[in-house]
């Protein structure tokens, strides 16, 4: 009797854990705005230069994908991962041909800046990507009526992860906007389109938003082997200022808006702690390798040249991604994506928040272990 008691009980933990899957599907969607760290293809269709794409070999290197997909990644990037979690489909490019929306779509390009002038032409700028969405949510409501799409919008999570762009090229590649602007100055000017561009989606009837803060930019293997240090593997502090500055003035303007935007709920992460100690502590987190790119060449890989598509056509690949912090100059392996991917859906509370990813896709409604256990012993009494 008691066996088939327990295994009744099983049969409705599992079905409970199927529904609250199925609302998640059905319920959900999910808008990405970015550039390279979570464009899954863009940039496949835009006129770009070699450094904003990554539609050839060795990129996509893990076999997840037939082919290499565009992503700048040896695998998945951290949206794959997220939506996975959401029980959602991969969600599409906004320019592959034929793209099903219903899920939402991804605006990210390789290269973009959350300002215009950032790769001016050579990228889809943030305010180009809003201009997208706009045209979404037209063809949303043209299929799902006015009602149904509104709902939609409502309900999905915003995840938004640029602003490298802006300070890596668009200030320290731009000598010009050196002279024009101290770095404060240039942080608030990013800030200001940043939140400019929340309070417009907001304003379309965006409410749930993830962020994906800035890494220690200035140790990014690119910028470790420009460093005159580099041999003792120094970081380029500037750069690694600037991120910071940037990260804190983020996390300001997302307190102000939530305290003055109704119903606005965020999930922010400290990208930059939480990587820095990956790079420092590799071993802690399954890595070997903490400082180096797994593809490149040059001192730690840092001369961009993975694919041999640039101005310099050799490279060398490691063999074995799932040892590395960073796969090419620039960007993370797939490992470390899946692993932020798991930090931002459920926790630590100490580096997400206020909300985590989960409860944003959950409406705020948390399933704990001790809620099933409450379940069950209800429905021992009902037995």
């Known amino acids: 009797m008691m066996k088939y008691f327990l295994l009744l009980i099983t049969c409705l933990i599992v079905f409970k854990f199927a529904l609250i899957s199925a609302e998640i599907s059905y319920m959900s969607a999910f808008f990405i705005f970015g550039d390279s760290s979570v464009d899954p293809g863009n940039n496949n269709h835009i006129k770009t230069i070699p450094e904003n794409q990554a539609n050839y070999k060795p990129y996509g290197h893990n076999s997840f994908f037939k082919d290499p997909t565009g992503r700048f990644s040896n695998g998945r990037i951290i949206v794959d991962f997220l939506a996975e979690f959401a029980s959602l489909p991969l969600i599409p490019p906004y320019l592959e041909p034929s793209a099903d929306y219903s899920h939402g779509v991804n605006f990210a390009s390789g290269g973009a800046g959350i300002l215009s002038t950032t790769n001016q032409g050579l990228a889809i700028d943030l305010e180009t990507q809003l201009n997208y969405f706009k045209q979404v949510q037209k063809l949303l ?47 608030g000017m990013v800030m200001g389109n940043l939140t400019k561009a929340i309070q417009e989606l907001y304003e379309k009837g965006a409410r749930k938003f993830g962020f994906l803060s800035l890494s220690p930019l200035g140790c990014l293997p690119v910028l470790r082997a420009m460093n005159p240090k580099a041999d003792e593997g120094g970081c380029f502090e500037q750069a690694n200022a600037l991120a910071m500055a940037h990260n804190n003035a ?5 307190k102000n808006l939530e ?44 001369v961009f040249t993975c694919g041999g598509t640039k101005k310099l056509t050799t490279y060398e690949l490691c063999e074995n991604a799932n040892e590395y912090v960073w796969w090419d100059s620039f960007h993370p392996t797939e490992k470390i994506h899946e692993q932020f991917a798991k930090a931002l859906w459920d926790g630590p509370s100490a580096s997400i928040g206020p909300y985590k990813l989960q409860d944003l896709f959950l409406n705020k409604e948390k399933l704990t272990i001790a809620d099933i256990v409450d379940n069950n012993q209800e429905n021992q009494q009902i037995f």
């Open 141 to 187: 409501k043209d299929k799902l009526g006015t009602t149904n799409a509104e709902q939609l919008i409502s309900n999905a999570v915003y995840f938004i992860s640029m602003g490298s762009n802006d300070y890596l090229g668009g200030y320290f590649g731009n000598p010009k906007m050196q002279e024009l602007h101290q770095p404060e100055e240039y942080v």
């Open 250 to 254: 983020l996390e300001t303007v997302l």
């Open 259 to 302: 305290n003055l935007l109704k119903d606005f709920k965020y999930c922010n992460s400290d990208f930059y702690i939480w990587i820095q100690d990956r790079m420092n502590n590799p071993a802690k987190y399954g890595f070997k390798e903490g400082m180096s790119a797994c593809c490149g060449t040059g001192p730690y890989g840092g």
